[in-house]
């Protein structure tokens, strides 16, 4: 009676399993799978972006770097956010190779040093203030592929970009403004401009020759 017992409770415990691996292995990951691909199709599948050609380019989620041959900043571009590898706007961000923070403390003589230089590169290429340059400018993102930055950011970039595309600056400063993007829910974080779907949109109302 106990053997008989027993075997009934492990045949149990099998059959649950079989249960409990078709309804949460099975069913509900292709539940979330649809759910996902009919209301947010774009998200769930990396909020991929296209080029004019209606080539994958890349994600909005993810920064890129607009560069020549030289590894340099191409002026007619907006530059994201440095990462632990860059200097400043002639030492481009978004290296993926060294994603991530660089965990460096506000007393590290290294970090004080990096944001200074990078304070200066700023307001040297774009020809302001040190005392202006925005926070966000000369600091990394906690992954450092972010494609935001600020619109104080966008703006001082701007006249860069109109100059290097010919452009009037009113069309560049409605370029940024067309892709902003506001807080959320209205009042959490701050505004954004997303670097990549902005360039990209340069480059297709504006197109310029390829440099580099």
């Known amino acids: 009676m106990k053997f008989g017992a027993a075997i009934r409770r492990h045949t149990a415990a099998v059959r649950a399993m079989v249960v409990f691996t078709i309804i949460l292995g099975i069913a509900y990951p292709l539940m979330v799978t649809g759910i996902a691909q009919l209301a947010f199709k774009n998200k769930a599948n990396g909020s991929l972006i296209t080029d004019a050609s209606g080539q994958v380019v890349g994600s909005s989620l993810l920064c890129q770097q607009y560069v020549d041959k030289n590894g340099d900043a191409l002026a007619q571009y907006f530059q994201a956010r440095p990462s632990n590898a860059s200097g400043g706007p002639t030492d481009p ?105 902005l360039n990209l949109a340069l480059d297709k109302n504006h197109p310029v020759a390829a440099a580099g």
């Open 93 to 197: 961000g978004c290296n993926y190779t060294l994603s991530g923070g660089g965990n460096r403390g506000t007393n590290d003589p290294t970090l004080k040093d990096t944001i200074r230089g990078r304070i200066d590169a700023y307001a040297k290429a774009y020809s302001i203030d040190p005392a202006k340059v925005p926070e966000d400018a000369v600091t990394a993102s906690g992954s450092g592929e972010d494609p935001g930055i600020s619109v104080e950011n966008a703006d001082y970039q701007a006249p860069s970009v109109a100059k290097a595309r010919n452009l009037d600056l009113s069309v560049v400063r409605k370029a940024i403004k067309e892709n902003t993007d506001g807080r959320n829910l209205g009042f959490l974080g701050e505004e954004y401009v997303n670097v990549v779907t």
